[in-house]
């Protein structure tokens, strides 16, 4: 089975600009996170999907993003008028009802590493 | 606010020995722990978990130990192979949250 899958791996973008980053987890996770990782630094949580509930966007560092999940499928996280702090590696991750565990790990995708010039 | 370190940013070991990662957690609500491997260009593979309940687990060449009176969580990888050069996090859980440090790289000499 595959796994988690991002796109575009990379991007660049002027500054000013909207971006779009895609995350497609695994089939029948419905647990869905968004972390974000500078260079040489840890995760940072951004938002968190479970299934139909409200999402969690209380790690989400301004108004400029956002986040959208159809079901328990496909997620966008969007980000409006990017600036050079926005530079990172954005990743998602995906795992079963009941989130973190051996019995049901956190699967994470490759990222999307982002460059704002 | 709460957050979780490590002690040291890098590590350089010589293939064949042993390597002790240690992390240092500060929020005592936590009860449930994760280490993670990330290889450059890749997101991050769950190694091993341990909960609050314990203190000390094992898995095929990696052990992790918690001690909860200093709020300390270490990684030990027995005889260290070129493979296992990486960054290193570990990670807490409260709730449906994990919170990472910065991580520990690990070099493995030949």
């Known amino acids: 089975g595959a796994g988690v899958s991002q796109s575009p791996s990379n991007k660049v973008t002027e500054k000013g600009k909207d971006v779009e980053l895609r995350c497609d987890p695994i089939?029948?996770?419905?647990?869905l996170y968004w972390y974000r990782q500078r260079l040489g630094q840890g995760l940072e949580f951004l938002i968190y999907?479970?299934?139909?509930?409200?999402?969690?966007k209380s790690g989400l560092p301004s108004d400029r993003f956002s986040a959208e999940r159809t079901g328990e499928s496909v997620s966008t996280l969007t980000i409006q008028r990017t600036q050079q702090e926005d530079s990172a590696v954005y990743l998602c991750?995906?795992?079963?009802?009941?989130?973190?565990?051996?019995?049901?790990?956190?699967?994470f995708g490759n990222g999307t590493r982002l460059t704002v010039t | 606010g709460e957050s979780v370190g490590l002690h040291l940013p890098t590590l350089s070991v010589q293939e064949g020995d042993n390597s002790i990662i240690n992390c240092a957690y500060s929020?005592?609500?936590?009860?449930?722990f994760i280490w993670y491997k990330q290889e450059s260009g890749k997101g991050p593979q769950f190694i091993i978990d341990?909960?609050?309940?314990?203190d000390k687990r094992q898995g095929q060449r990696v052990t992790v130990l918690l001690n909860k009176t200093v709020k300390h969580l270490s990684l030990q990888i027995a005889a260290t192979q070129p493979g296992d050069s990486a960054v290193y996090f570990c990670?807490?859980?409260?709730?449906?949250?994990?919170?990472f440090g910065a991580g520990t790289t690990v070099t493995v000499r030949a």
């Open positions: 991750a995906s795992s079963q009802p009941g989130g973190q565990g051996s019995n049901s790990p956190l699967h």
């Open positions: 089939s029948g996770h419905t647990a």
């Open positions: 999907f479970q299934g139909n509930s409200a999402p969690d």
């Open positions: 929020n005592s609500a936590s009860d449930y």
């Open positions: 341990i909960r609050s309940n314990m």
């Open positions: 990670a807490e859980i409260a709730f449906y949250k994990l919170s």
